[in-house]
């Protein structure tokens, strides 16, 4: 799995519902959020409907692939719209809404999702990275832990639980969070960088830069300050960008 996961994203960004996580210039016009088919019952789908939305699934896909964010998610709607029992084609919409800079049809739609499956990890995951780049704090903790409690070794969750705490000042339960992160998947950068960040915010600039520097090993990128604007694509804030910036300068 590409180690920019952002899930950045990201766990799952070598899954097709995760991958893609920097859109060019999508519209930035948010259409009216909208429910697009009632969660229950679970209909019937036939046949011929099921093979359809796979193929309306797939093109939606390409079209994002190509920066194309609105014929791409006119096509994965028209694929929940013909099997609404695909969770994966849900999230993936809902993904793909988010990365087309419309939090809030993306927001109803994860939202949606979790309705319908209650224990669905990655729409728990893509909703937790949606409340957290819209800055909804709270909200970002309450459905990462729930993603974490379902799925134990859950990098992505971990985290981004580390950047939400860092944002709300909770920097033992960010330090906790990213050295669960770092221990699930030590060859990703992002969790170390985030773990840097927060030691350098507590004012350990010696846990801070050694920390940075294991980063900087896995991806020697780290060392120029024009690469770290890719963290806003990993779920960081702009203030918590500059913290790293900082860091950067310090070593």
């Not at 909703?127 to 990098?155: C, F, M, R, W």
Request: net charge positive.
């Amino acid at each position: 799995m590409n180690s920019y996961r952002i899930l950045t994203i990201l766990i799952m960004f070598s899954s097709p519902v995760f991958w893609g996580c920097s859109p060019p210039s999508p519209p930035k016009k948010e259409p009216t959020a909208k429910i697009i088919i009632s969660p229950s019952p679970s209909p019937i789908i036939s046949p011929s409907d099921i093979k359809a939305a796979n193929r309306y699934r797939q093109l939606g896909l390409q079209y994002r692939q190509q920066g194309d964010f609105i014929k791409s998610i006119e096509a994965l709607k028209k694929s929940v719209q013909l099997n609404p029992n695909h969770l994966d084609g849900r999230v993936i919409l809902g993904w793909t809404q988010h990365l087309a800079k419309q939090p809030l049809a993306a927001q109803t739609t994860l939202e949606e999702t979790i309705k319908i499956a209650p224990d669905h990890v990655a729409a728990y995951n893509a909703l937790g990275i949606v409340y957290l780049v819209g800055g909804h704090l709270e909200k970002a903790v309450v459905t990462h832990t729930k993603a974490a409690s379902l799925k134990p070794d859950n990098e992505i969750a971990y985290y981004n639980l580390s950047l939400a705490y860092h944002r709300l000042k909770d920097f033992d339960s960010a330090i906790t969070n990213a050295k669960k992160a770092v221990k699930l998947e030590p060859n990703n950068p992002h969790p170390l960088v985030a773990l840097a960040m927060i030691y350098l915010d507590q004012g350990d600039s010696k846990k801070a830069q050694d920390t940075y520097k294991k980063a900087r090993d896995l991806d020697g990128r780290y060392r120029e300050k024009w690469f770290l604007a890719h963290l806003k694509e990993a779920g960081f804030s702009q203030e918590q960008i500059k913290l790293v910036e900082k860091l950067l300068s310090e070593i």
